[in-house]
């Protein structure tokens, strides 16, 4: 703007502005009313998934650090595979919610752009960590999409337990890679099992091994990873974990950066309305 009109625009001017557009569009995303898609919406294929995915991120406040919860909405023909083995691919478009606070505003918001696909059932598939509250909003609302539990998260979990179980790291690498696989064959017995077989004499350890086995007894519904596969389906978070770096951190995570809660939400909705191309 100095340059080509003569204008010239401090940071301070900056923050005002958008600070002040943001408040205005959080006062009409607070009083329910739906901002809309562009024209054409996402447009599904008749055999077309898409893909849902939320998760929570911290962001500091003047009340200390605080849980930002993102929401990522995408289609199946907006996925595209990188040329490089190195890289992860890419999404052309995708819809975001953001919400700095209760879970239920979160989802309120984030069912603004979920609902209308809601028909697809299966062919809508929400991919996410382990948290309940995730697992039980979509067991309610969304009863017949398919659920996905993080593929990563599940090894995760099945690594600190190696690292209780197994001194050698050889050792526990080579048993984390065979129960990966067993999940990916659909031998979810088997992995259990191997969970079980471990005679442990620390009470700590032995207290982790029943909650694993819980956890993964909890979750065999959403670990059908070998249909998943077949299917084509993704199996992984990394979209929505993306979505915290681009949609969150790259703007209110920068050094020294505090913010008072509501200039945040008034930032989050400026970012989520620019990057889901509103």
């Known amino acids: 703007m100095e340059k ?22 959080e006062e009409e995303i607070g009083y329910g009313i739906e901002v809309p898609l562009p024209q054409e919406g996402i447009l599904v294929g008749e055999e077309e998934v898409v893909y849902a995915q939320m998760d929570g991120g911290m962001v500091f406040t003047d009340e200390s650090w605080r849980e930002v919860k993102v929401g990522r909405f995408f289609r199946e023909s907006d996925c595209r595979k990188n040329v490089s083995e190195k890289r992860n691919g890419s999404i052309l478009e995708s819809r975001y919610a953001a919400y700095l606070g209760h879970y239920e505003e979160f989802a309120r918001r984030f069912d603004q752009i979920i609902a209308p696909y809601g028909h697809l059932e299966e062919r809508l598939v929400f991919i996410s960590d382990g948290a309940l509250w995730i697992k039980n909003r979509v067991n309610e609302n969304y009863p017949n999409a398919t659920q996905i539990l993080d593929f990563f998260h599940v090894k995760e979990h099945l690594d600190s337990f190696g690292e209780l179980a197994m001194c050698d790291a050889l050792k526990r690498r080579k048993w984390l890679e065979e129960q990966s696989e067993r999940l990916k064959q659909g031998d979810f017995e088997l992995v259990v099992a191997s969970v079980r077989s471990f005679t442990l004499p620390l009470p700590k350890a032995r207290e982790e091994q029943g909650k694993l086995i819980n956890y993964l007894l909890e979750n065999e519904y959403r670990m059908q990873y070998k249909e998943y596969l077949e299917a084509r389906l993704f199996i992984g978070s990394g979209a929505i974990e993306a979505a915290h770096r681009t949609v969150v951190q790259s703007r209110l995570k920068k050094s020294g950066q505090r913010w008072s809660v509501i200039g945040a939400q008034n930032m989050l909705d400026l970012r989520v309305a620019y990057m889901s191309n509103q």
Request: hydrophobic letters at 45%; zero cysteines.
């Open 4 to 25: 080509l009109a003569g204008v010239r625009v401090s940071e301070a001017q900056l923050y005002r502005v958008t600070d002040r557009y943001g408040a205005l569009l």
